[in-house]
């Protein structure tokens, strides 16, 4: 009963933090971000082959993030000037539990960017059933 009242009072404290739909982090969660291109147009391809860092707490976490893809937010392609980007969330350490902010940076031609907006969260821990069987 306690840890269900601790559990009320962390999320009720969570609600003026963030006012984000709760999701489920999971193997198959993607980080989604928008970007606008820093020259007129880029393609696709340029887009996706800027180095994006997530920082946890305004930590940046080790090594860049991989599979990123983008598609097109701006006039037709070959070219476009601003892109909607995603990459698995759960690379190279995962997103922690508990409650933290999550932030974006992209390294454009040597120039890293400002970060991204705070996206705050927080995340609980559900027991799973253990130790099924027939007998």
């Known amino acids: ?29 993607v980080a989604v ?8 147009n880029l393609t696709l391809a340029q887009f996706a082959g800027f180095t994006y ?18 598609v097109n937010l701006g006039p037709t392609a ?7 980007c995603k990459a698995p969330a759960l690379q190279p350490n995962g ?3 508990g409650a933290h902010t999550l932030t974006l940076t992209a390294l454009i031609n040597g120039a890293a960017t400002l ?9 609980v821990i559900i027991p799973a059933p253990s130790n099924f069987r027939l007998q």
């Open 33 to 40: 971000w928008d970007i606008q291109s820093p020259t007129p």
């Open 78 to 84: 070959p070219n476009v000037s601003a892109a909607t």
């Open 95 to 97: 997103v922690p539990q």
């Open 1 to 29: 009963m306690k840890l269900f009242a601790l559990l009320v009072v962390l999320i009720a404290l969570a609600a003026p933090v963030s006012a984000q739909t709760p999701i489920v982090i999971g193997p198959n969660t």
């Open 115 to 123: 970060p991204s907006n705070p996206y705050a969260y927080i995340s």
């Open 53 to 70: 860092t997530m920082l946890v707490d305004a930590i940046p976490q080790p090594g860049p993030l991989t599979g990123v893809t983008c």
